[in-house]
């Protein structure tokens, strides 16, 4: 069965620092992968997908995740912090179906 | 606007009180599910449905039922609620391009309190 990982349920980052947000994930079958993000009081809205075109993923915002099969993971990155990008970060998989697994949620702190 | 919308955003009730939350989609999606969020848990999958008539059971669908009657509206009915699905619902729909690798566009969450 799949299931994904999100390491840290907090994040913080300085204003203009990397942000790296972790997800791994465990599928027996090449998965769809997904990042979400939920700003306070809203709904989710998707940042990026990986479907096997191509490993380095560009999202919006800024974001972009790298698959790597060797390890099972696909971080969420963004060069440098903004004030804007606080909030809570979603990893999603889907498996051939439409079923969907979310990891547990990192909230991302950006301090000034 | 293209959208998801849910009602009630929020709702109060007591156990065993019967209620129906509903969601509308107006992209033509074929694809809708339900989600419920809980703090440290995530998002957990309670129901999908791949098109008219066609629901399926997620990872936690115990307690709730769905239907799908209308390829727009995809309600949530809880028919003897109990404290424990005190939670944030979120309606979802998308595409449903074969593989289940369809952005899915969100409601804006309706947070249920069952006393």
């Known amino acids: 069965a799949q299931s994904v990982t999100q390491l840290g349920s907090h994040v913080s980052v300085s204003e203009g620092a990397l942000v790296l947000l972790r997800c791994n994930y465990s599928s027996s079958v090449p998965p769809y992968l997904f990042w979400y993000v939920q700003y306070p009081n809203q709904g989710l809205q998707l940042l990026l997908k990986y479907t096997s075109a191509a490993t380095l993923v560009k999202g919006i915002n800024g974001f972009e995740a790298e698959f790597k099969k060797s390890e099972t993971s696909f971080h969420l990155t963004k060069p440098s912090a903004h004030m804007s990008d606080a909030a809570e970060y979603f990893c999603?998989?889907?498996?051939?179906?439409?079923?969907?697994?979310f990891g547990t949620g990192t909230r991302l702190k950006v301090l000034a | 606007e293209a959208q998801v919308t849910q009602n009630p955003r929020y709702l109060i009730t007591v156990t065993g009180k019967k209620l129906t939350v509903t969601c509308s989609q107006n992209m033509n999606h074929e694809y809708m599910s339900w989600y419920r969020q809980d703090p440290g848990l995530g998002l957990r999958q309670i129901y999908y449905?791949?098109?008219?008539?066609?629901?399926d059971k997620g990872d936690v669908p115990e307690g709730y039922k769905v239907s799908r009657k209308e390829k727009r509206n995809f309600p949530l009915i809880l028919e003897s609620p109990s404290p424990n699905q005190t939670s944030l619902y979120f309606c979802?729909?998308?595409?449903?391009?074969?593989?289940?690798?369809?952005?899915?566009?969100f409601g804006p969450g309706t947070r249920l309190t069952v006393l």
């Open positions: 979802a729909s998308s595409l449903a391009t074969s593989g289940g690798y369809n952005e899915q566009f």
């Open positions: 449905s791949m098109n008219v008539e066609v629901t």
């Open positions: 999603a998989v889907s498996v051939l179906t439409y079923k969907y697994i």
